[in-house]
């Protein structure tokens, strides 16, 4: 479903449209491309990622985007009026790992038009012609001299309930409401690295800031080129897909609602994937204005 419609259509004017693109499902991650009614890719120009602006526009055939990711693009509908273009979930292309490839998790929709993209007129009395190169300087924050954190997502064995079995988790500590697990103090910047030592693919997202994403190594101990990345690298995020066995590191700065160390003042980082967090994949921190 597209904004609650199954089988959508929207129509747009042949003209530069801006879109917001929200992964609003609770597990599934997506794999968008635009196509024409032959087939043919047509590029969509990135120019914001979750929390902001990119420092420059990104021409991308594709855009991966786990759950609760937010992206904007620009797609140039000039001339194309009457035709119709539509966004594609390429689940098979996904990499191994992310939920929501086709034979995953019995995926029932593979390769699936999402919405159409009906074109008619020409609305706009002054449009857009060209896609700008610079949007605005990054804020990522100087990384000389932070503090260092890392996090490991597991998956250990805890009893729950009564019930023995295996639960993704942060630290091999599931979440407790009533315990703060770490403390940041106000107005200071760091960087974490989340260390995926899985498996599957988590979205981690993290409450009360945003980031900027310094680094990834992958599975193999390489160095990912921030280049082939920009929806990672290029803009400020508080959700990024953890790749399994990657290792991703951020820089973020604490610098609002300094509040005591108690479990009523916290706020969470934890895996977007709905039944991941609920079952555990969680943790609370505190800002400290101590």
């Not at 009906?118 to 990054?138: E, H, K, M, N, Y």
């Not at 309930?161 to 409401?177: C, E, H």
């Amino acid at each position: 479903m597209v904004n609650g419609v199954v089988n959508p259509y929207l129509d747009v004017p042949a003209d530069m449209i801006r879109l917001r693109i929200l992964n609003g499902d609770g597990k599934y991650a997506f794999n968008y491309q635009v196509k024409d009614a032959q087939g043919n890719v047509v590029p969509l120009v990135l120019i914001a990622t979750d929390a902001g602006y990119t420092t420059e526009t990104f021409t991308l055939d594709n855009i991966v985007m786990g759950t609760g990711e937010r992206t904007e693009w620009l797609l140039d509908m000039r001339g194309l009026e009457g035709d119709t273009l539509y966004i594609w979930n390429m689940s098979e292309e996904l990499e191994d790992g992310i939920i929501g490839k086709d034979g995953l998790n019995n995926v029932s929709a593979p390769n699936t038009a999402l919405l159409q993209l009906r074109v008619g007129p020409a609305q706009t009395t002054s449009p857009i012609i060209s896609f700008p190169f610079t949007l605005l300087p990054s804020e990522q924050p100087d990384t000389a001299g932070v503090l260092h954190v890392t996090k490991v997502f597991r998956k250990d064995v805890f009893t729950v309930d009564g019930v023995t079995k295996q639960y993704f988790n942060i630290d091999s500590v599931l979440m407790d409401m009533m315990v703060v697990n770490d403390t940041v103090m106000l107005d200071s910047s760091e960087i974490w690295t989340i260390d995926n030592q899985t498996d599957v693919a988590h979205p981690f997202h993290i409450h009360d800031i945003h980031f900027w994403v310094t680094e990834i190594i992958d599975s193999s101990g390489n160095v990912v080129d921030p280049a082939t990345r920009p929806d990672i690298f290029g803009g400020p995020l508080d959700n990024v897909l953890v790749m399994p066995y990657e290792k991703l590191s951020w820089i973020g700065t604490f610098e609002d609602y300094g509040t005591q160390v108690a479990p009523d003042s916290t706020y969470m980082y934890h895996c977007h994937i709905l039944p991941h967090e609920d079952k555990g994949m969680m943790h609370q921190f505190v800002v400290w204005n101590g």
